[in-house]
């Protein structure tokens, strides 16, 4: 079972990336099945039910997010229609879910949970650690084939711990959220592959996205900024490829 898990895809840069270049991937790296972090998708925050549509189309199966997640108007109303899972952790009183038991041809079943972060994030939320254990109990009975969790979150300490904690109980721990790839991606003691984060597909002349000079007037003035996000220059395309039968896993970062 090979999957292609997709970095945080930002705006209409990020989207063009997806469908320039997943279909190719998907043939020439014998892809089983796609995932991709949609928390920045449609105008940088947020998603909506086209945007999503124009990525299935090109081969994404499903979708992981973040804190982004509701930024659009009404997207608490449909979510619950969208090929979507919010982060597990946020209280019960928040819509959609965190976990899906999703079915993938012949190759079986694949539990696909995310959580977020707490540390220099919001600290408000339910503790990711407890909410991991929790899900996977309740999963129990229904013994899935493969387990991958997205671990939407800021600290690369507190992703590393994740990463142990769930070492040997699931297949892959993936991080997103910072949009910087980072290259710790590896096998874990028991089994488990991990990267802290895949990084952002989306525009590279900005800062994480957004138009460069807007951050610069935020960090030269100490005052908050509208963003705007950056739609001409180069865009990258992080991912990383993991075999779950063979626990490999490969960084595949492309430029267009
Ligand atoms: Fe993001
Ligand atoms: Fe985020």
Redesign the pocket.
Known sequence: MRVLFVG?V?ASPGRKAVVKLVPDIIREKNIDYVIA?A??VSHGRGVTQDDLAEMQEAGVNYFTS???LFWQRGTENIIDTLPIIRPANYPKRVPGTGHKLLTVGNKGTLLLINLIGRTFLNERLDDPFTKADEILSQYESSNPDYIIVDF?AESSSEKHALGFYLDGRVNAVVG??T?VPTCDARVFPNGTLYVSDIG?TGNIDSV??VKKEIILELYLTGLNQRFEWEYSGRNAFRSVILDLNQSKIERLDLEI
């Open positions: 945080d930002v972090n928390e920045n973040g804190d982004h939407h997103s959220h949009h952002m994480l996205g």
